[in-house]
C-alpha cells in the first residue's frame, strides 16, 4: 500500500503563514499527480493546488499569488506554502496522489489520500 501522512496544520492570525507537508510511504515507483485540497465544514471537497509528473503545477484562482506547491522527490514529499492567510481559508486540508507502487514484486496502479491537517484562521 501506500500511505499519505500529513502535518503542519494549526491555528494561525490572518495575514500569517503555514507549510504543510504530505509525505508519501511505500514502495512506489513513481508518483503521477500529487496535490491538496480543502474541505470546510459543510463543503465539498475542492482543489487547491497540484503538481503533475513533478513540473506542471496547478491552482485555484483563490489561492494564485499566496499558496506555493513544492516537492522533495528524494523524500517522496510535497509542500504548500500558505502566506497572507485569511479566514476563509480555514479548512482540512487533504493530500492526494496517485502514481504507480509495488505490490507482490509486481507494479501496480495506486490512489491515496491523506488523513488531513487542520488549517484555522482566526483573531
Known amino acids: 500500500q501506500v500511505q499519505l501522512v500529513e502535518s503542519g496544520g494549526g491555528l494561525v492570525q490572518p495575514g500569517g503563514s503555514l507549510r504543510l507537508s504530505c509525505v508519501a510511504s511505500?514502495?512506489?515507483?513513481?508518483?503521477?499527480?500529487i496535490g491538496w485540497y480543502c474541505q470546510a465544514p459543510g463543503k465539498e471537497r475542492v482543489l487547491v493546488a497540484s503538481?503533475?509528473?513533478?513540473?506542471?503545477?496547478n491552482y485555484v484562482d483563490s489561492v494564485t499569488g499566496r499558496f506555493t506547491i513544492s516537492g522533495d522527490n528524494t523524500k517522496n514529499t510535497v509542500y504548500l506554502q500558505m502566506n497572507s492567510l485569511k479566514p476563509e481559508d480555514t479548512a482540512v486540508y487533504y493530500c492526494?496522489?496517485?502514481?504507480?507502487?509495488?505490490?507482490?514484486?509486481?507494479?501496480?496502479?495506486?490512489?491515496?489520500w491523506g488523513q488531513g491537517t487542520q488549517v484555522t484562521v482566526s483573531s
Open positions: 511505500g514502495r512506489i515507483v513513481s508518483i503521477t499527480d
Open positions: 503538481v503533475t509528473s513533478g513540473v506542471s503545477t
Open positions: 492526494h496522489a496517485d502514481g504507480t507502487y509495488y505490490r507482490m514484486s509486481l507494479p501496480r496502479p495506486f490512489e491515496s
